[in-house]
């Protein structure tokens, strides 16, 4: 089992940056990939960002997040920097992790989560 934690959620200005963090341990390799997921009160959990393994680097944005959040990682770390918020990113967002490479929007094809962090985007 992979346990995975994240942090650095919080409240910024809209127009603000914040770089959330998950880490993993437990059964977690660097070739799987991992992914970001969001979301929203009375929405459902949607796709932010993914990364494929260490030696890919492969990655696949949300059309709504592109060109301002980046995603990267080394091995069992990964990082969502992400620029310019806006409102509408406000979410509780979740790390994932899948059991083999490619990353993927899919939510269902990710096996671990963590337990999210709250980012909140005021106007």
């Known amino acids: 089992q992979v346990q995975l934690v994240e942090s650095g959620g919080g409240l910024v200005q809209a127009g603000g940056s914040l770089r959330l963090s998950c880490a993993a341990s437990g059964r977690s390799f660097p070739n799987y990939a991992m992914g970001w997921f969001r979301q929203a009160p009375g929405k459902e959990r949607e796709f932010v960002a993914a990364?494929?393994?260490?030696?890919?680097?492969t990655t696949l944005y949300a059309d709504s997040v592109k060109d301002r959040f980046t995603i990267s990682r080394e091995s069992a770390r990964m990082y969502l920097q992400m620029n310019s918020l806006k409102p509408e990113d406000t979410a509780v967002y979740y790390c994932?992790?899948?059991?083999?490479?490619?990353?993927?929007?899919?939510?269902?094809?990710?096996?671990?989560w963590g337990q999210g962090t709250q980012v909140t985007v005021s106007s």
């Open positions: 990364i494929d393994g260490v030696w890919s680097d």
């Open positions: 994932a992790a899948r059991q083999w490479a490619g990353p993927t929007t899919n939510e269902n094809e990710y096996t671990s």
